[in-house]
């Protein structure tokens, strides 16, 4: 998770996600999004142990 100038945000509620596949890991974001945003996230990008596999994404329309 990152804010607009590509800083990490922390979110401790949501750091330490763990999913098993890509599809679930869109989902959550799909559902919280909103909730990031007020903490700041900007983007989120998702990662296979530290392989990035998709992102940054942003969190606006």
Do not use: M, Q, R
């Given at each position: 998770m990152e804010d607009a100038s590509?800083?990490?945000?922390e979110?401790?509620?949501h750091d330490d996600q763990r999913?098993?596949?890509q599809g679930d890991a869109e989902s959550w974001v799909g559902e919280i999004w909103a909730?990031?945003?007020e903490h700041?996230?900007?983007?989120v990008t998702l990662f296979?142990?530290?392989r990035q596999v998709y992102g940054p994404m942003?969190?606006?329309?």
């Open positions: 590509g800083e990490v945000v979110v401790p509620d999913f098993t596949n909730e990031l945003a700041g996230v900007a983007a296979e142990h530290e942003s969190l606006s329309a």
